[in-house]
């Protein structure tokens, strides 16, 4: 019998459809749990999926994992995660699923608490910038001061870079202390959901939550991230990447290059034995003018290059399969060898012409129509294959029928 995984996400990103095919080339029954016109759903891989419902969160969760019966699951975002955690208690026949997945499941008070984290990868001698937890605007204005009237502000829980501030100046970490650290009113909540049709905020209306947010030491220079895939606390396959072009600042990648570097694979090292982690997860950095890669944040969930294919020992997924069924040599054919790669379709929303498009490999899901056809629609102009040219000559309609 095929080893069996459950995705869980309560976002629309759609890095978890790479991942429902990833996992599924090797072999796996993939299954997830997806809200309601999630892209992942279109996908020819996926087995069974189950609906995430915002408001009861953890009944959809229970269903799932009763009714699915997984060998591993992987959370595919930050709220997908905290769910997970809270069920580890709330279903106690689920907990010993979610700590084989996730590893040391008293780690992750700390994990997800930006300021305590660092602090532990700052004690184990990586280089990472100063954080500290701020509860009043006077703890704020003295930790501003401190780090020389320049800093990070960032709201535990949040991601994308939705919750992240950049502060120059006292009256920008006054505007930026209130929009993050201040529970929106009822009013506003219900108001926000209505409105983006989007009954998370209609949960936190009736259930307004508590909100940590830390201010860090700034640090110029460019984006970088790591991916990793760790068993017992043992690091068994890494890609490291410079950042070229994200959605918007702050915002999520859209390009990257792959890079070689010891110091980003030393950090993964460390905080995966310091942790005890298991499963996927992702860190991302800032690398200054000399070449310095500074760690700013781990991810403790899946991230988007975790479904890339790179080789022995860069192939996450393949990695994490021979923990799962040892006695199965699980391999991948080489994604690429371009060492940049253009995520789909986040680089081609950015920019529908970009020339990393053509001179990055793009990473379109030629392979799961269905998936492609969700991300754009069957209008769309065509992306384009590896090596051809602009795109646009086909719509995707006939494109895909091709």
Aim: proline residues 8%.
């Amino acid at each position: 019998m095929n080893p069996r995984v459950l995705l869980t996400t309560t976002v629309g990103w759609p890095s978890s459809a790479r991942l429902v095919a990833a996992f599924a080339q090797l072999g796996f029954e993939v299954e997830a749990l997806l809200p309601l016109g999630h892209v992942a759903g279109a996908s020819r891989f996926l087995g069974r999926r189950y609906d995430y419902d915002p408001l009861f969160p953890f009944a959809a969760l229970g269903r799932a994992l009763e009714q699915a019966q997984p060998d591993l699951v992987v959370p595919c975002d930050d709220r997908a995660l905290a769910h997970l955690l809270e069920a580890a208690w709330r279903l106690p026949q689920a907990a010993p699923l979610i700590a084989r997945s996730l590893g040391d499941l008293a780690s992750y008070p700390t994990l997800v608490a930006r300021a305590a984290f660092i602090a532990a990868a700052r004690a184990l001698r990586i280089e990472a910038p100063q954080t500290v937890t701020v509860r009043s605007r006077d703890e704020l204005g003295v930790a501003l001061a401190r780090f020389g009237g320049r800093g990070v502000l960032k709201a535990d829980g949040s991601w994308g870079g939705d919750g992240v501030a950049l502060l120059g100046n006292v009256d920008q970490a006054i505007a930026a202390w209130a929009r993050l650290a201040l529970s929106p009113s009822r009013a506003r909540n219900l108001a926000r959901a209505f409105l983006r049709r989007d009954r998370h905020f209609l949960r936190a209306a009736l259930r307004p939550p508590s909100i940590g947010v830390c201010l860090q030491q700034f640090v110029a220079g460019t984006p970088a991230t790591s991916a990793f895939a760790c068993w017992k606390g043992r690091v068994i396959a890494s890609i490291h990447m410079d950042v070229l072009e994200t959605l918007h600042p702050h915002g999520p990648a859209t390009v990257m290059r792959r890079v070689d570097c010891p110091d980003m694979e030393a950090a993964a090292v460390k905080l995966a034995e310091r942790f005890g982690l298991s499963g996927l997860h992702g860190l991302d950095f800032i690398r200054d003018a000399e070449g310095r890669a500074h760690l700013i944040e781990i991810n403790p969930r899946a991230t988007q290059a975790c479904a890339f294919a790179l080789g022995e020992g860069h192939d996450l997924i393949a990695a994490l399969a021979g923990c799962i069924v040892p006695s199965r040599r699980a391999t991948r054919p080489l994604l690429t060898d371009n060492r940049a790669i253009a995520l789909f379709p986040q680089e081609w929303h950015r920019d529908p012409q970009s020339d990393w498009l053509h001179r990055a490999y793009p990473d379109v899901p030629w392979d799961d129509p269905g998936v492609l056809r969700a991300c754009l629609g069957p209008d769309a102009p065509a992306p384009p294959r590896p090596a051809e040219g602009r795109a646009g000559a086909l719509t995707l309609r006939q494109a895909v029928g091709r």
